[in-house]
């Protein structure tokens, strides 16, 4: 298959991640870094960008204190004849983050860019600055596309472990040099305290670094904000995230497990019960530290596109801002579902439009697969299926709408991609199977967790006729990352004969499945 190697990209990293490590490395197990205030801003929480496309790109960077950020880009490592960008003033309100968009950059290229962060009263004074490199999308069908997916990192309590190796899956995935990297929400576990220790089935303990936002649940600001540097302490994923850009979506746990707009919680443990609350401290804490291009327009949504040339779109779903709430979504008409209609009508508009050969549609939830939300004991659900075999009911309606369209719109190359139920499967939908039939066949694959506790499979749902074609789930509960079973998936599109070709992996990188896809189909 053909795909452009780079290898300068981690040859860039070496120096620039050696001299940032001291950073982030802990000063005792179990305890956050202290960063010293010298005189000059610090970027102790590394780099990242995100939403590249063919020409443009995000880059993120955290300081210590205020600073005026600049961002420097080259195309080799040297920096000679750098491009220099100005970014925004990082302060108290946004905690120090700040984001600079690159803009007229060149189509399928090695960008190595390089992060300063000036004293805001004296331009001269800055900090030793932060590197990272990132491809661009090729304008160029015949390079082909590479990328991986996830999601679920530091959940059920399982955290950075220092003689676990930390998020060690993030080095497996760098390892295969992908274009980009699809986080498929959950990318925080703000319901979720981290404590020092917990013991195993076996009898050891699994030893987590903890820091004081990860003691309880998030309810402030500032408790959601700390609960995102929590994993920046991690320097597996900071090597990642400075060599690999991402496009980021979230799910429920970056508020708390299973939340819909409206709801008021009956968790104890929670003091501020309104979840709309609480979803708007997390969705600025989210905003602040992760590089997504639509969270600065005006309705500073998540769900969008992005363009990564002739060969791919990604469209990144919103399955949580704008659901109905959980119930037991078997009612006979339903007009906001789980997508909410704008964003079901934008979904339709932009599949219409993309001319890519692929439409990898990043959803955050499964489609088929029954996800029961267990609160109080009632018999409501989470996702999208019920259980109920039949004609679609509830937020299925919605689902079944845009299958419909996609077929009668005779839309090509269509697959799904999700995490959430912690562990990987890949299921092929058919209408022959199915109780729906106005729709043409398509692949979902399920991938994840990166760093949490796994958990067995969720049954099936017949209404869109799924099957199971490949699962590997553990058969208890909450297995810790030291038992196996977390996952990733990657996504590798020839340049030449367009296949697009699915491998779901272990954590090591190993390959548990493959499925090869051909190009210019409505259904699979």
Not at 5 to 14: A, D, E, H, N, W
Not at 372 to 393: C, I
Not at 450 to 462: I, K, V
Request: charged share 25%; glycine share 10%.
């Amino acid at each position: 298959m053909s795909h452009r190697p780079f290898p300068g990209r981690r040859s860039v990293l070496r120096g620039s991640l050696a001299a940032s490590a001291a950073l982030t490395l802990p000063t005792a197990l179990g305890s956050a870094p202290a960063f010293a205030l010298s005189g000059r801003p610090r970027a102790g929480w590394g780099v990242q960008t995100g939403d590249v496309t063919c020409d443009s790109g995000l880059v993120w960077v955290r300081s210590d204190r205020p600073a005026r950020m600049v961002v420097e880009t080259s195309a080799t490592e040297s920096f000679r004849g750098a491009r220099r960008w100005h970014g925004p003033l990082l302060d108290a309100d946004t905690d120090f983050t700040g984001t600079t968009r690159l803009r007229g950059l060149p189509s399928g290229e090695q960008i190595h860019y390089r992060v300063l962060l000036a004293d805001p009263d004296d331009p001269r004074r800055t900090g030793e600055p932060v590197t990272g490199t990132f491809r661009t999308a090729s304008a160029r069908r015949r390079d082909g596309v590479r990328f991986v997916w996830s999601g679920d990192l530091a959940g059920q309590g399982w955290g950075i472990n220092p003689d676990f190796g930390g998020y060690r899956i993030y080095n497996a995935m760098a390892a295969l040099d992908p274009d980009f990297f699809l986080c498929s929400g959950d990318n925080i576990y703000a319901d979720g305290p981290i404590s020092a220790s917990v013991t195993l089935p076996d009898g050891s303990t699994w030893r987590n670094i903890t820091t004081e936002e990860k003691s309880k649940v998030a309810e402030t600001l500032t408790e959601f904000r700390g609960n995102f540097r929590y994993n920046l302490l991690d320097d597996n994923l900071k090597r990642f995230n400075a060599q690999v850009p991402s496009i980021i979506q979230w799910d429920d746990h970056e508020v708390t497990n299973n939340w819909f707009p409206g709801e008021i919680l009956g968790d104890s443990r929670y003091t501020e019960k309104n979840v709309d609350v609480l979803a708007a401290r997390a969705r600025q804490a989210f905003s602040e530290y992760f590089p997504v291009s639509t969270l600065r327009r005006p309705d500073g949504r998540v769900y969008r596109v992005v363009n990564h040339g002739p060969l791919l779109d990604v469209f990144v779903l919103d399955m949580r801002t704008y659901r109905n709430a959980n119930s037991t979504d078997n009612q006979p008409t339903d007009a906001q579902g789980i997508l909410g209609a704008e964003q079901l009508n934008w979904l339709k508009r932009e599949l219409a439009r993309s001319r890519a050969v692929w439409k990898v549609i990043a959803s955050d939830m499964p489609l088929g697969l029954v996800v029961p939300d267990g609160t109080d004991g009632k018999p409501n659900f989470e996702a999208v299926a019920q259980g109920d075999p039949g004609a679609p009911l509830g937020r299925e309606l919605q689902i079944a709408e845009l299958l419909r369209f996609i077929k009668h719109r005779g839309i090509t190359g269509t697959v799904w991609l999700t995490a959430d139920v912690h562990y990987t499967s890949a299921q092929h939908y058919q209408p022959s199977r199915a109780a729906f039939t106005d729709f043409e066949p398509f692949w979902e694959f399920v991938s994840g967790p990166l760093n949490a506790g796994a958990f067995p499979a969720n049954t099936l749902d017949n209404t869109f006729g799924p099957e199971r074609v490949f699962i590997k789930a553990p058969t208890t509960a909450n297995v810790s990352p030291a038992g196996g079973y977390q996952f990733f998936g990657e996504v590798d599109i020839d340049g030449d004969s367009g296949e697009l070709t699915v491998r779901l992996r272990e954590s090591d990188g190993t390959v548990l499945f493959t499925q090869v896809l051909q190009p210019g189909r409505v259904g699979q």
